[in-house]
């Protein structure tokens, strides 16, 4: 079952079983990069616009997507990242105009063309007062579409051989666009780059992100793992050996990935930082300066779980080399640091995860209530597993709270839902005015600004009773008693 729901390797880079990778080659050379199409995101409640929206520009090579609100539009966004947005101003779960500007406070650059009846044309004019590359009044017809569209297109940041270098990233939280921020910024220089952070957060998936986005994209990305090897293979692996070709010659005009950098022997930590303060690697059989192999034809990123501050005040890790690979240091959040990514990942896991061909599923509310709610100690690796475990054993198409449940065991969600904590707090606060009211209810609904008949609502919808919180001591002469 592994074999069917695992994805391509450059969308399972959480960290998993990290290899030696290059990329594919045809005839000695790299392939050239592929071409891509504009992507257009059509958003409209009418499924027959929608359709020959969909219909016309794809019939232009145009990749469309199309949904019916707002709210599915923000989420397509975050996952697909269009070029080009094309909106109705009429919107069941959020008005045009406050559409307009939730994309374009969230994507500046995105361009948005809005559509509109004759009727409300001035809202139109106001939309691109507000940053609408144009508008179009329905009925749309064909030519005025293509014209228009094309011009968007040409004034987007859309570039056919783009890679699209953050496209595997799946995330709506603002703490992980900062740190995406940061990471594009770095792949325009050469220095090295400390990717930090828990297990199973992403380091890796970042660093091909990095890669993708420098001028080195062209060039081999080589992944070497550091944890769990022995001595003399991993010594051989980064350095060459008399059959074997260095890790770093193999990343020559590319990126090398030294993946848990931490996990590297103190002596290994020691000639690695001289061959980096040398720009040369040693030989094979003696740690003479090499001069034909210079790490500086190669970009360095490491990553690391690890505390590397505190390594090195303890003596277990080299003082010279963390200070050579910490020059642009980027700490990955962990999952439970941006919830708001859960129920987005999921989605992108389960799409993943489902069958060319094969039925899709989806999660109940309640089951990703609970997902979102969960901790997650191993990150979006352990959410990842568990999303494909979840799409090979569940039967049927919906997946349900008490699968996930049991699936999760009798660990206890690591954060209350909303409604549940807005409850807790409710009750608590009712109790606290009733215990400071001695169980007098006039006083304790003055206390909470509240009437006596709405306080006895709450009372009974909360199941506090009264009588639990009397006490003559509280009671003053002339008081009215409940």
């Known amino acids: 079952m592994k074999d069917k729901f695992t994805p391509p390797p450059a ?4 960290g998993i079983a990290p290899q030696l990778r290059q990329p594919r080659r045809r005839n000695g050379e790299a392939e050239l990069p592929v071409i891509r199409k504009p992507k257009i995101l059509v958003v409209d409640a009418d499924q027959a616009v929608r359709r020959l929206m969909g219909a016309r520009l794809g019939a232009e090579n145009y990749s469309v997507q199309s949904v019916d609100t707002a709210l599915a539009a923000l989420d397509t ?17 959020m008005g045009g105009i406050s559409f307009l500007k939730e994309l374009k406070s969230r994507w500046p650059l995105l ?5 509109t009846a004759h009727g409300t044309i001035p809202e139109a004019v106001e939309a691109t007062q507000c940053g609408a590359f144009g508008y179009l009044v329905k009925p749309i017809g064909r030519e005025e579409l293509l014209g228009q569209v094309q011009r968007a297109i040409a004034a987007s940041t859309f570039d056919q051989n783009d890679n699209d270098w953050r496209a595997k990233i799946v995330s709506r939280s603002q703490l992980m666009e900062d740190r995406l921020s940061i990471a594009n910024r770095a792949a325009s ?3 090295p780059v400390l990717l930090t952070g828990e297990n199973g957060t992403g380091k890796e998936l970042l660093a091909r992100a990095i890669h993708a986005a420098s001028p080195r994209r ?3 990305f080589v992944v070497l793992a550091c944890k769990d090897r022995q001595r003399p293979i991993l010594e051989d692996e980064l350095f060459g050996g008399d059959s074997r070709e260095s890790a770093w010659r193999r990343a020559q005009g590319g990126t090398l990935l030294l993946d848990e950098v931490g996990e590297l022997p103190p002596d290994v930590q020691v000639t690695l930082a001289r061959a980096i303060a040398q720009h040369s690697l040693p030989s094979a059989n003696a740690r003479d300066a090499n001069p034909s192999a210079a790490p500086k034809n190669a970009r360095l990123i490491c990553t690391t779980s690890r505390d590397l501050h505190a390594m090195v005040r303890s003596g277990g890790f080299f003082r010279d080399l963390f200070e050579q690979i910490n020059i642009l240091p980027i700490e990955i959040p962990p999952l439970g640091r941006r919830r708001e990514d859960i129920t987005l990942l999921v989605s992108h896991f389960l ?4 069958e060319t061909g094969g039925q899709k599923k989806i999660y109940s509310p309640k089951a990703i209530e609970l997902l979102a709610t969960t901790d997650w100690p191993g990150n979006v690796r352990q959410l990842f597993d568990l999303v494909k475990q979840h799409a090979a054993l569940s039967r049927g198409k919906l997946i349900s709270k008490e699968f996930v449940q049991q699936s999760l065991g009798p660990q206890r969600p690591g954060m209350p839902a909303y409604d549940e904590a807005r409850d807790k707090f409710s009750r608590d606060f009712l109790a606290a005015n009733l215990q400071r009211a001695g169980g007098n209810v006039t006083k304790a609904a003055r206390l909470a600004k509240r009437n006596r008949t709405d306080f006895y609502k709450l009372l009974e919808r909360y199941r506090l009773e009264v009588h639990d919180f009397k006490d003559g001591k509280h009671r003053t002469d002339g008081e009215e008693e409940s």
């Open 111 to 115: 361009q948005v063309i809005v559509l």
């Open 351 to 354: 799409e993943q995860a489902t």
């Open 77 to 93: 966004c975050v996952r697909s990242r269009p070029n080009l947005v094309i909106t109705d101003l009429r919107l069941e779960d």
């Open 189 to 191: 220089c050469e220095v």
């Open 11 to 14: 969308s399972l880079s959480f």
């Open 218 to 220: 062209q060039g081999p």
